[in-house]
């Protein structure tokens, strides 16, 4: 089962003849992901490498049958993106982009409230399910597949975590890279509630980092609702108050959203947070049923 | 982008919210003649991009000139909690009635912007929240309806009666700041109700969403007013994410939560970082090599750590950005490397093969922060040792 992608995935990619977009639609492709289509405006027509290319996303889909949009499209026109994958009523849209105006970001989470789209990102990584099907630019060859449910804030982190855990021979189910962002998609709350849902996952992994209140509220959300274990991490122990640590989310103010505070509204709802990312793959280890 | 008071009260001057006079000086005497034109008292305010100036001897009230031009001078020369000061505002003095405190933010947890009053200004709004929530009034305003006048009827409500109307009018012209400025958090503590009836903006707290600035080029060109070490300079030239911090390790990494990640390593191994340096994502050889160079060029790096997890960024590539560097300039201290992801191996045999005297690699994250912590503290790292761990690395 997985959550999110597996083998029904058809991907539309917005910006395939884009550097970037090209090279990750293919590499999914690559991986055994069903790329159906790609979406650049005044390109229709064209191809790239056999994926036919469309104008508009409504198109792609009345031909393609696609049911998953990718988007790689700069950050002044991404939101559009959003918007068109939205209107065709995809069912899941991923929004790699990084650099989008928060408050862009704001109206599109306003418009989606409601629709039957579920967005994953910006500013993220995208979703894989390991050996099913990869939306987005995670190395697929770190992931396995398995029994571990992992939702992350950040990409390269995620990374290291689950290269930790592929190492030990722990395979993975769905690896969601919800972004950065101040204002996103899914979250840790909806990740871990399809996580509880879906038979194949045994454990969930979250990891969290400085900013926010998205870990404090799963922390409650895991109390009262999650029966699985959970093991955490956050990052940013040693981050200094009212610093910019990299991308838009890693910002400490004032007393709230300190990792200190983060880890211990989890350990209170009986997750396990690991100090470091070997130590999270050491507790997944001992806590996997 | 933070932005400086003076700067923020620009522009709420340019969307309609009363300020005091003041004027922008760089010199002591500067400053003395301000307080001259403002008639022989004034305000003189230091402008740091942090808070905390009321307390911190930031802003000091000037019953002459001469006591102005002694203020500025030794915010001038002293600067402001560690900070460089290049700046400082210098304002009327003003019959003040009553405090109070106004904010609006994008509030990320909701993705609606956050309207915040209170009936107490002047104090720290976090502290007052926790003492007493009553006299706090908060509101969510949508963005796709924006801010009507029955949410603005519904904030003032419990303000005096002589000051709703024009408190309103501020709190409308903070919004029209929040939404078409860009900001991301607008603050005015305090907000203040004058003896003669005016009510006008005290201070000023602006940020401005970084995502926007390239909608907001008068505002992006504020930019080189803020004074940034020269390390820090040359970094954000290259369009890397750098923050100095005050450890001993120069840390770079891909990706902010695993450079995040890596600086918490370092601490527990005994050490600290002496930055957060970020190459973002498909860095080019070129960005590692000025990453590189930026970070030997600090004076208090002891030791360095590259730890890279290759997704789009390629390990060779890194690898080599490593060896232009070190082509052009000659390091000092060590520098641990930690590779792993896309391109890996070939990344290990470049440097393997460039057999450099200063490069060690370390195979995991984990043992690259012990070694770096060793190397730049000159004793053992005290790593927190699990049993069955597997022991210290040996470099390879």
Known sequence: MAILVDERTRVVVSGITGREGRFHALRNRAYGTQVVAGVTPGKAGQDVEGVPVFDTIADAVAET????????????????????????????????????????????????????????????????????????????????????????????????????????????????????????GIGFIEALELFEQDPETGLVVMIGEIGGDDEERAATFIRDHVSKPVVGYI???????????????????GSSGTAQAKAEALETAGVKVGRTPTEVAELVEASLP | MDLFEHQGKELFARHGIPIPRGIVCESAEAARAATETLGGMSVVKVQVQVGGRGKGGGVVLADSPEEAEAAASAMLAGGFKGLRVTRVLVEERLSIAREFYAAMLLDRSTGTDLAMVAIEGGVDIEQLARTRPETIRRLHVDPEIGLHPYHLRRLTGSFPPEARDLVEDVLAGLYDVLTGEDATLVEVNPLVLLSDGRVLALDAKVTIDDNA??????????????????????????????????????????????????????????AAAA???????????????????????DPSVRAVLVNIFGGIT????????????????????????????????EGRRILERANHPRIVSAPTMLEAAQRAAELATGRAASWPRREGQRSGDSGR
Not at chain 1, 236 to 241: D, H, I, K, L, R
């Open chain 1, 65 to 184: 049958g696609a049911n998953t949009s990718l988007i790689f499209v700069p950050a002044r026109f991404a939101t559009e993106a959003i918007y068109e994958a939205a209107d065709s009523e995809l069912p899941l849209v991923v929004c790699i982009t990084e650099g989008i105006p928060v408050r862009d970001m704001a109206r599109v989470a306003s418009y989606l409230r409601g629709k039957p789209s579920t967005l994953i990102g910006p500013n993220c990584p995208g979703v894989i399910s390991p050996g099913r099907s990869n939306v987005g630019i995670i190395p697929g060859e770190i992931c396995a597949p398995g029994r571990v449910g992992l939702v992350s804030r950040s990409g390269t982190l995620t990374y290291q975590i689950v290269h930790e855990l592929t190492q030990r021979g722990i395979g993975q189910s769905t690896c969601v890279g919800m972004g950065g962002d101040p204002v996103h």
């Open chain 2, 275 to 297: 930055n957060f340096l970020d190459i973002g994502g498909g860095a080019s050889a070129e960005s590692m090599a000025t990453s590189l160079e930026v970070i030997l060029s």
């Open chain 2, 213 to 270: 600035l390239w909608r907001r080029r008068e505002i992006e060109m504020l930019k080189s007013s803020f004074p940034i070490d020269p390390v820090e300079f040359r970094a954000r030239e290259a369009g890397l994410q750098y923050v100095k911090l005050d450890g001993e390790v120069g840390i770079i990494g891909n990706g902010a939560g695993l450079v995040m990640s890596t600086l918490d390593l370092v601490q527990q191994a005994g």
């Open chain 1, 235 to 253: 990052a940013g122990f040693t981050a200094p108050p009212g610093k910019r640590m990299g991308h838009a989310g890693a910002i400490i103010t």
């Open chain 2, 314 to 345: 390629r390990c060779d590539v890194v690898a080599e950005g490593m060896l232009e560097a070190l082509g052009r300039v000659t390091p000092e201290v060590p520098i641990v490397v930690r590779l792993d992801g896309t391109n890996a191996e």
